[in-house]
């Protein structure tokens, strides 16, 4: 056997989480019991494992081929959860630290990432107990939507005392690009979403107070009721859209001037609220502070921060949960028939085209680009303050099939979750930052002129003291010399000015000549990457029609192919048909005949037993007629019970005959049956045949 040579790549430098912005998790989905889940899911069985476990950290991804090169990838991630991992270790390890956060005022992110049929709904969903009792719905299988409201309603309880604690759930479905408000008495109503600067507002976006898990599961049942999902060959019952759960949280100090908990209207807009701190306002408690967060204002780390006249500060951040639609190849839809077909290659492409605006907003964070691509579709648009903001976290949870079936989307998952780990997320200065920066600069330039005009008055104060002071001795008249001192800084400094003002005029000179260059320079490259982009479409769109004319001429192919097998088979049933008439024309006929063998036989059967009675009788009379007479009698008695004899063997002949006729007559039924299903079958080819037809055409 040929040796088998690994090309290994190592990925990933680990880091401590305290201090990242980006997290990432790798979980691999066990392989489903025998005769539970999709098509592709029970041939995982044919297939061996591609996903090796190193540690609690480190992951291979190793090809299984019989072939000189197969592909080995080593990666390394804040945490990478095995098949046998179960639920509640996922949320301890890797979420009950962001929810920590989020409780300190941060925004965190979680999304669930990874292909068709790899776990992710049931990483963050997963089961729920079917007859709960009141606040009773968690179960071993529960995901890390559940365990996180837990978490957040048992510390709504132990600050009740202490601090207003109100938490709020939406739910948001983006399906073909479009966000519609699952909790809305209008679900099928896109949401209008307004982006700004770093922000994402949706006025009309429904928010619900919730206020135990029993709320939870009501709106979760009307949000899921509402969600569009659809049977794949990979999935059977897969997510055809985005969902995030979003989890507002609002936090404020309770004082004798705020007797009641803040109303969360005010998420519909927060930037119409006051976000600055009144002068002699103190951060309020409500939100605990580290050490090393002693800074003039407590709440710079914070996502939101409303004041209030007379009120403690109002802290709100959230917690979204996104479930991503998993990418899929267009080879593994399926769906009977046109409409269904386009439907399903209509939510294929929505689906892929979103995450790979997903893809190429990593990559710029990642590449450090200067222009990130939040617009190109309706996900990054919402994610945006994710990713911008420098207070949020994200957590990516990347799901994995374990076995070789599908090593090109584990591969693909996994170079994805690297790139984000390695996001480098920063705030550029354009515009309002910008001037604020040039702004800034002048007025430092302008202290600096300053400082050195003071700085040659003193030089010259010190060269001139000892003239200043022999002079009053001459005179002996009285002088003052801070006076004069006074007069002399007063006119240097205007001269030193004077002197400066034509070198700070170039500096603007300079200033703007730099901004203009960077402006232009901005430019060239922005119509550069606008050329390679259009180079890679024109490409890419080449591809493409070759992909789809190779497509179409192995459709024709099968066409062809299916035609003539499906004539075969009207020939086939044909034949059978004709064979199933002369086998009843058979069957009628003999049975026509036995009818009248069993009437007949019904007939001899009733005459016989008249004779016997009238025998019977004749035997009473016997008794009293002599002795010949009697032997005559006897006689003629036995040959009538032998006549009998006859007949009732002739009749049992007709009942077997009869029930021969009555099995036979229960074949025939089955072969009918059976010719009418075959009939339905021929139709149903002939329908998908027409349809195949004019999918090519």
């Known amino acids: ?153 048992e510390y709504k309880k132990r600050r009740e005392e202490k601090a207003w604690v109100v938490i709020a759930l939406s739910c948001i479905e983006i399906y073909l690009d479009h966000a519609r408000d699952l909790l809305s008495s209008n679900p099928t109503e896109n949401i209008k979403i307004i982006l700004t600067d770093d922000d994402v507002k949706m006025p009309t976006l429904t928010r619900y107070e919730i206020l135990n898990l029993n709320d939870v599961y ?42 009641a908990q803040p109303d969360i209207s005010f998420l519909r807009d927060p930037g119409a609220f006051s976000r600055k701190p009144p002068k002699s306002r103190s951060a309020s408690p409500a939100v605990a502070a580290s050490p090393k967060s002693a800074s003039p204002s407590l709440h710079d780390t914070c996502a939101t921060v409303i004041y209030k006249k007379d009120e403690p500060p109002i802290v709100a951040s959230k917690i979204v949960l996104a479930d991503l639609a998993g990418s899929e190849k267009s080879s593994g839809k399926t769906g009977s028939g046109a409409t269904a077909g386009t439907a399903m290659f209509k939510e294929m492409t929505s689906i892929n085209k979103s995450l790979t605006a997903l893809g190429n907003v990593a990559h710029a964070l990642h590449a450090g680009a200067s222009h990130i691509p939040y617009r190109d579709s309706t996900l990054t648009r919402i ?82 003291e000892p003239m200043l002071r022999r002079y009053t001795d001459v005179v002996q008249a009285p002088f003052n010399i801070h006076k004069l001192r006074h007069k ?105 005949e036995l009818r009248g063998r069993i009437e007949n036989g019904q007939v001899e059967h009733k005459r016989l037993m008249e004779e016997r009675q009238k025998l019977n009788e004749l035997e009473k009379k016997s008794k009293t007629d002599n002795h010949h007479k009697q032997s005559a009698a006897e006689l003629e008695l036995v040959a009538a019970e032998k006549n009998y004899a006859g007949s009732m063997w002739g009749h049992c002949k007709a009942q077997e005959y009869y029930f021969k006729v009555k099995a036979f007559r229960e074949t025939q039924t089955a072969l009918i049956e059976a010719q009418k299903q075959n009939i339905l079958r021929v139709e149903q080819a002939r329908k998908e045949s027409d349809k195949l037809g004019k999918l090519l055409k």
């Open 218 to 259: 009501k709106h979760f049942k009307d949000a899921s009721k509402h969600r569009t999902t659809r049977a794949t060959d990979a999935n059977d019952s897969s997510s055809r859209s985005h969902c995030l759960f979003v989890i507002d949280i609002v936090q404020q100090d309770r004082t004798d001037k705020n007797p």
């Open 383 to 464: 994610l945006k303050p994710s990713f911008a903001s420098q207070s949020s976290k994200i957590l990516l949870i990347s799901n994995l099939s374990p076995t070789q079936l599908t090593y090109d989307e584990s591969f693909s998952t996994l170079q994805f979750a690297n790139k984000v780990k390695a996001m480098k997320v920063s705030n550029s200065m354009i515009g309002a930052d910008q001037q604020q920066l040039q702004f800034d600069f002048l007025e430092t330039q302008k202290t600096q002129w300053a400082l050195l005009a003071d700085l040659h008055i003193s030089q010259l104060n010190f060269e001139n």
């Open 488 to 592: 002399t800084q007063e006119k240097e400094r205007q001269r030193v000015i004077r002197d400066l003002e034509p070198a700070g005029r170039d500096e603007k000179v300079k200033i703007a000549e730099k901004i203009a260059k960077r402006k232009k320079e901005e430019a060239a490259k922005l119509a550069e990457m606008k050329k390679e982009i259009f180079d890679g479409l024109v490409d890419e769109h080449t591809n493409k029609v070759a992909s789809l004319q190779g497509q179409i001429e192995t459709l024709q192919n099968e066409s062809g192919d299916f035609h003539s097998k499906l004539e075969k088979e009207v020939n086939e049933k044909k034949t059978e048909n004709k064979d199933h008439e002369q086998a009843t024309e058979s069957f009628l006929k003999e049975k026509k």
């Open 1 to 153: 056997s040929k040796a088998t040579v690994s090309v290994l790549y190592w990925v990933g430098v680990k880091m401590d989480s305290s201090e990242k912005k980006v997290s990432v998790a790798v979980r691999i989905r066990p392989r489903l019991p025998v005769g539970l889940g999709s098509k592709v899911q029970q041939e995982e069985y044919q297939h061996p494992n591609c996903l090796i476990v190193q540690d609690e950290e480190t992951l291979r991804l190793q090809e299984q081929k019989q072939e000189e090169n197969c592909r080995s990838a080593l990666y390394t991630f804040d945490y990478v959860f095995d098949t046998d991992c179960m639920q509640s270790e996922v949320y301890e390890e890797a979420v009950q630290e962001l929810v920590d956060t989020s409780l300190s005022g941060a925004n965190c992110t979680i999304l669930a990432y990874g292909q068709t049929g790899s776990g992710k709904t049931h990483t963050v969903l997963g089961q729920v107990k079917s007859n709960p009792l009141e606040d009773d719905l968690l179960t071993p299988e529960s995901g890390l939507f559940l365990r996180c409201l837990k978490d957040l309603f």
